[in-house]
């Protein structure tokens, strides 16, 4: 398992920073299902839909080695899995906003409802 990355490693832009950690449609929509609370694997599969479930767990590995993510593993049989947004997760939620804000806005200017 690779370490969190280091400030060497990071880009030197802000933005391409964040586009680093969260830069594709997955860990998104990861993000926005986990903003409400705790899920498990499958919760987050049938509700990110269309993903597989080979990367859907190589992006909840890769977002738990950055810090976005904490997963949980419960000793017992059949054994549970739950995954929950860290304080550093949850300090995107005014990114997620701003998205869901500019998409809103551009389906009402395209006239598709929402």
Do not use: H
Request: include cysteine.
């Amino acid at each position: 398992m690779k370490a969190q990355m280091t400030e060497n490693e990071l880009p030197a832009c802000p933005v391409e920073t964040t586009l680093t950690l969260i830069g594709n449609k997955w860990k998104v929509l990861i993000l926005r299902d986990l903003l409400p609370g705790t899920k498990r694997f499958g919760e987050l599969k049938k509700s990110i839909g269309g993903v597989s479930q080979k990367v859907l767990t190589a992006q909840l590995r890769d977002m738990e080695e950055n810090g976005l993510v904490i997963r949980t593993v419960y000793a017992q049989v059949p054994p549970k899995v739950e995954y929950s947004l860290t304080e550093l997760g949850y300090s995107l939620k005014p990114i997620l906003d701003a998205l869901w804000n500019w998409g809103d806005e551009y389906m009402a200017a395209m006239n598709k409802p929402v």
